[in-house]
């Protein structure tokens, strides 16, 4: 059975007071018997102080933003996936839009990137998601298909075990604008299909594949209430402890 899992994506925000303070803050307001898989994904200075913070709750772990496709090296400023694994975190986020946009990342290169994350036994949570541009010329699902194969389904099962899928459709991230639960639920249904395609039934009913965009308190509810619709990757709503953790418990 697939998990429900939320993540916080805190990006270039917070400085380290900062940051422990939230994940103080949301871990004491979590309820006891809470079951969804939290993550917090802070810059990676903070990583090992946020993972050691995480250790006594069994729900909730770090995940790094990003890591370098390389193994180790000359590569000044650059994060490995096996630093990021010695600061105890659980997974890595590979592919958000802001990365391929910004520091033009291909779908090449975050093939390499989830080879490093695996070579150390990272979990992956591999974004994908179109354009506006892209959605209105009707060639979004096309693209979401490239994103996956080239960089993801090359996998064993086994292997794919360890990827979570986050659907980002670019247009609604940092906007307001929100996909609506219907072009959600769309979008989440045909990457699953794509996973029946490429492994089995099996493989696809055991993925998490998370929405992202402009998830809010209140709108997570209608979101996570989709069939394929198995948590949220959260921007700027994971900034603020009562938001996110009422996220948390959206389902
Ligand atoms: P947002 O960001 O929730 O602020 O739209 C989501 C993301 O970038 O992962």
């Known amino acids: ?47 090992h102080k946020i993972a050691k913070m995480c250790t006594d709750n069994t729900h909730v772990f770090a995940a790094s933003q990003d890591c370098s496709e390389h193994e180790s090296g000359a ?27 910004n520091f033009k990342e291909s779908n090449q290169v975050l093939k390499t990137k989830v080879e490093q994350a695996f070579a ?4 992956v949570i591999f974004c994908c998601g179109e354009t506006l541009e892209q959605r209105e010329g009707g060639v979004h699902f096309d693209w979401i298909k490239l994103q996956l194969t080239e960089s993801i389904f090359h996998l064993s099962a086994s292997d794919f075990a360890n990827i979570v899928v986050a659907y980002e459709p670019i247009w609604a991230i940092g906007t307001g604008v929100t996909a609506s639960s219907e072009q959600a ?54 900034l603020n402890a009562t938001d996110f953790v009422a996220i948390t418990q959206s389902f």
């Open 120 to 123: 150390n036994n990272l979990a």
């Open 75 to 101: 590569f000044t400023g650059e994060v490995s996936a096996n630093m990021i694994a010695s600061c105890n975190a659980k997974y890595i986020v590979l592919g958000h839009s802001e990365r391929r946009v």
């Open 185 to 238: 639920q769309e979008i989440h249904a045909f990457i699953r299909d794509l996973i029946i395609q490429q492994y089995d039934n099996d493989v696809a009913e055991n993925t998490s594949i998370l929405y992202g965009g402009s998830c809010k308190s209140t709108n997570a509810k209608e979101l996570f209430s989709q069939k394929d619709i198995d948590g949220g990757l959260i921007g700027g709503a994971s």
């Open 1 to 47: 059975m697939r998990k429900n899992i939320v993540a916080g994506n805190w990006k270039m925000n917070l400085n380290r007071q900062e940051a422990v303070a939230l994940a103080e803050q949301v871990l004491a307001q979590l309820p006891a018997e809470n079951s969804t898989e939290i993550l917090f994904g802070p810059s990676f200075v903070y990583l």
